[in-house]
């Protein structure tokens, strides 16, 4: 080897080994929020090296250090902020109007392509709020116990509170959303949920049972509205960010980075447990307290940065590819919470931006039969649950068919997934229920067919409100078996 590849790999060991001390990899809660690799994605383990064989200066190890620690760490929040210029409400192509819902009124199909694994369940309402100014109320209607949530998260990516069946019912309730400092009083009747940041996104699901079971989800989920504390319009008017909406978080230049993280960060302050390595990331340019941080960042340093974010993306995707990797079913218990784990945050944040908290919908994905061969269209499979073996939930369950691309399946029946609330399923007379998974209809089961692909595909196991057996990992999914 080299000279140069030596030093290099020296470097890169020394940064990961301070960097699981400095923000303490520890296992956090997280989700697998359906992964975007697959295992036909190739990610290249070979880290970046400039074009010349001159070592590098000191200074330029140094942002490439302290660049791949603050990339990983900054990565979500920036992703954030990135998904709100391209998915909040706008008033024109200007500016963003938060602190409004946003009401999607038809279920993800295979035409759906704007998100990785989008579930067939439920529909999407959402909101970014912006509490710099003042709370915001959510007002909630009576679903008569049809499953809802709203799920609330930080700037940072991790969620922080839900308002919904689980946690506060499914009786009409008024909830304010306050920032951090905030100490006013509320109205009788209100419950105060405070933030960790100004800038939260709210993200509403509310359950459909079937098509004919559309028009009423539709019409209750526009009763979830957004008002002051005074029952105002709270809509706060917000200018959207080119840089943002045209490039993604990766794709950015050092300078970009560190000024988007400065303004971000000085929006939305971390926890102060944090302070020590904010501290260390004022070496490369991110300190929000001045007001021109980047002025006597060296040319050295930015191009240690800049090698930095090429090869932490690697690391996002290598760390994604891992955990889409399975013999077989694979529970996500990490997700939504992630503690001081930024890498497991970040690679949160690369599949799906945000994942539930186990407790309120857990997921459980497979890519392979009982032999461990890759699931493809080309042969027929059977999922079968003994009696008393069914999926153990509170809420509902659904086992949903995605391709190789992660996304939902053309089929002549426009069925995506089967669950206990399927109108058509049909148990067996002893109590048990299989699931007839393959390309063509199966003669006499259509029932519960549940179409796939010609090709490869993967399958995803929800489980909305999972029961304690669930969640302490003692429910074991019964694996997919081929049939003649």
């Known amino acids: 080897m080299s000279k140069r590849k030596l030093i290099h790999a020296s470097t890169v060991l020394a940064l990961f080994l301070s960097f699981g001390s400095v923000m303490s990899f520890a296992s956090a809660k997280t989700n697998d929020s359906i992964k975007r690799e697959t295992k036909n994605t190739v990610i290249s383990t070979k880290l970046s090296v400039k074009a010349n064989t001159d070592i590098t200066s000191p200074e330029e190890n140094l942002g490439y250090s302290l660049g791949t620690q603050a990339f990983i760490y900054g990565y979500p929040l920036l992703t954030l902020e990135r998904t709100k210029q391209l998915r909040a409400t706008t008033q024109s192509k200007d500016w963003l109007l938060l602190n409004k819902f946003r009401y999607s009124e038809t279920l993800a199909t295979a035409d759906e392509k704007s998100a990785m694994a989008p579930n067939n369940d439920t529909l999407y309402y959402d909101a970014w709020l912006n509490l710099s100014k003042y709370p915001v109320m959510i007002n909630v209607p009576d679903t008569n116990d049809r499953y809802y949530s709203i799920q609330l998260v930080d700037a940072w990516d991790n969620t922080f509170n839900y308002i919904g069946r689980r946690t506060t019912g499914t009786k009409v309730g008024h909830f304010a959303i306050v920032s951090p400092n905030w100490k006013g009083a509320l109205p009788e009747g209100v419950t105060k949920i405070q933030a960790p940041t100004d800038h939260v996104w709210a993200l509403g699901r509310i359950f459909v049972k079937n098509d004919d079971d559309l028009a009423e989800a539709v019409n209750l989920e526009k009763k979830f509205t957004i008002t002051k504390l005074n029952g105002k319009d709270p809509i706060f008017k917000e200018r959207r960010k080119d840089l943002l909406t045209s490039s993604k978080v990766e794709a950015l230049s050092a300078k970009e980075f560190l000024r988007l993280m400065n303004e971000n960060i000085l929006k939305n302050m971390p926890s102060q447990e944090e302070n020590t390595l904010l501290d260390q990331f004022k070496e490369i340019g991110i300190d929000s307290t001045v007001k021109d941080s980047l002025k006597n960042i060296s040319q050295d340093t930015l191009n240690g940065v800049d090698r930095a ?176």
Do not use: C
Request: zero cysteines; aromatic letters at 14%.
């Open 309 to 484: 974010i090429k090869d932490s993306m690697d690391i996002i995707k290598y760390k994604t590819q891992q955990r889409a990797y399975t013999k077989d079913w694979r529970f996500s218990f990490d997700g939504g919470v992630y503690g001081h784990n930024y890498l497991l945050r970040s690679v949160i944040a690369y599949n799906g931006t945000v994942a539930n908290i186990p407790e309120e919908a857990l997921y459980s994905s497979t890519l392979v039969d009982s032999t461990n061969t890759q699931l493809n269209g080309k042969n027929k499979y059977v999922l079968h649950f003994d009696k008393g073996r069914l999926p153990d939930v509170q809420a509902f369950w659904s086992l949903t068919m995605y391709g190789t691309d992660f996304f939902l399946v053309k089929n002549p029946i426009n069925r995506y997934k089967i669950g206990n609330f399927s109108n058509e399923i049909k148990y067996n007379p002893d109590g048990s229920l299989d699931i007839y998974i393959q390309h063509d209809s199966p003669k006499g089961k259509e029932a519960n067919w549940l179409p796939a692909p010609e090709g490869d595909f993967k399958l995803i196991m929800r489980f909305y409100q999972p029961s304690f057996n669930v969640l302490n990992g003692s429910y074991k999914m019964p694996s997919v078996q081929k049939i003649d």
